[in-house]
């Protein structure tokens, strides 16, 4: 574990409140990103990314360190985000709409066209990413932009590597048929 993180940590066991604050500016980033790939909107991702913090205040005097602190709220962050996902389809049958934000392209890199196409296929993607299951959406996302080995995701969610690789499978095959189900949007990306 990283030798900053534990004093901080075994500072704010003692009692020293600022030092949570060094935490939460130092990994408020990467949480953030962690639960917009997840919840795919941007406000949403930032009250969640609220509440994680406020979950880990609450439970920062039982981190033990057996693993990295980063490791620790990385599966506090991804947990969190499956059950407000499995909330949120349980609460409600509506459709949610897709923003327009996307990463950031640069516009002066390709034409308008390109531009475009490549907004399209951002926005696709993240329209079927949001149609797979709460779990596969999360293997995904650790495999796919987090660049995780099944091990570690299999750690994190306490479930078998073979299970991981499967969930990750059928996501990929899942995006695959959405994408290709898009009569209008083949073309760009060569299905």
Known sequence: MDSDDIEIIDSFKKGNQQAFNIL???YQKKIYWIVRKMVLDHDEANDITQDIFIKIHSSLHDFRGDSK???YIYKISVNFCLNHISKKKRTSNKEVDIEDETLDIKSDDMGTDEHYDEKRKQKLLKEAIENLEGQ???VFN???YDNLSYEEIAKILNKSVGGMKANYFHAV???EAYIKSKKDI???FSC
């Open 24 to 26: 939460v500016n130092k």
């Open 69 to 71: 602190f980063f490791t």
């Open 136 to 138: 596969q959406r999360a």
């Open 142 to 144: 650790m495999r796919f």
């Open 173 to 175: 095959k899942k995006i």
């Open 186 to 188: 083949k073309e760009i």
